[in-house]
C-alpha cells in the first residue's frame, strides 16, 4: 500500500535558520509528490509539487527515488513559515486525482 | 468566488444520531472529495465524486454516506454517529483535467460524538 511518512511531529527552529522538512514515501511505480501546508485559521493550500521544479516562498524539493524521500528546504526561515506541513502523493489507481497524506510536521520557527 | 465552503464549522452529536455535513463549491469542479483527519494521522479519503451524479468510496467509507445531485453540492451524511467518527473533516474540491491534481480545501468541521 502506498504510504507517506513524516518522522517529525514537531519542528523548531530559530529565524534566519535552515529548515528541512523530512517526507518519505512508498509507492509502486514513478511517484508525483507534492507538500501542502496549512497556516494557523487557514485553509490547506498546496505550496509546491515536484514537476513543477518551482520554489515557493523561498521552500524547494526534490525527489530523490533512490532514498524514496521527498524533503522540503528551506535555507532561511521566516516567523511566517510556522504552519503544519503535510507531504502527500496521489492515490494510484482510479481514486479521483485524490491523495495520500502523510501526518504532518508542525513548523515552529522562533524569533 | 466564495471558494469551498462547509457547514457547520463545529458539532456535537451524542451516539446514534444522524446528521449531515455540507460542502459546496463555486468553481465549477468536476471533482469533490471528502476527507478526515485524526490525531496524528494524514488526512483519509472518506468518499469521492468525479461529476454530478458519480460516487465512489475512498479509504474509510463505513459509517458514511454521499451523493452528488449537482457539480456544486457534496453532502456527508452520518447514517448512526460513533464516537469513533469525532474527528475533523475536510471537503475539497479540482478541476479535472488529467494531471491537475490541486486540490482546494474547505475550512473543515470539527465533529465530537459523545
Known amino acids: 500500500a502506498q504510504r507517506v511518512t513524516q518522522p517529525e511531529k514537531l519542528l523548531s527552529v530559530f529565524k534566519g535558520a535552515p529548515v528541512e522538512l523530512k517526507c518519505n514515501y512508498s509507492y509502486s511505480g514513478s511517484p508525483e509528490l507534492f507538500w501542502y501546508v496549512q497556516y494557523s485559521r487557514q485553509r490547506l493550500q498546496l505550496l509546491l509539487r515536484h514537476i513543477s521544479r518551482e520554489s515557493i516562498k523561498g521552500f524547494t524539493a526534490d525527489l530523490n527515488k533512490g532514498e524514496t524521500s521527498f524533503h522540503l528546504k528551506k535555507p532561511f526561515a521566516q516567523e511566517e513559515d510556522s504552519a503544519m506541513y503535510y507531504c502527500?502523493?496521489?492515490?494510484?489507481?482510479?481514486?479521483?486525482?485524490?491523495?495520500?497524506f502523510g501526518p504532518g510536521t508542525r513548523l515552529s520557527v522562533l524569533p | 468566488n466564495a471558494g469551498v465552503t462547509q457547514t457547520p464549522k463545529f458539532q456535537v452529536l451524542k451516539t446514534g444520531q444522524s446528521m449531515t455535513l455540507q460542502c459546496a463549491q463555486d468553481m465549477n469542479h468536476e471533482y469533490m472529495s471528502w476527507y478526515r483527519q485524526d490525531p496524528g494521522m494524514g488526512l483519509r479519503l472518506i468518499h469521492y465524486?468525479?461529476?454530478?451524479?458519480?460516487?465512489d468510496q475512498g479509504e474509510v467509507p463505513n459509517g458514511y454516506n454521499v451523493s452528488r445531485s449537482t457539480t456544486e453540492d457534496f453532502p456527508l451524511r452520518l447514517l448512526s454517529a460513533a464516537p469513533s467518527q469525532t474527528s475533523v473533516y475536510f471537503c475539497?474540491?479540482?478541476?479535472?483535467?488529467?494531471?491537475?491534481?490541486?486540490?482546494?480545501f474547505g475550512p473543515g468541521t470539527r465533529l465530537t460524538v459523545t
Open positions: 465524486s468525479v461529476g454530478a451524479g458519480i460516487t
Open positions: 475539497a474540491s479540482s478541476p479535472s483535467e488529467t494531471g491537475a491534481y490541486e486540490q482546494y
Open positions: 502527500a502523493l496521489p492515490y494510484p489507481g482510479d481514486y479521483g486525482q485524490n491523495f495520500v
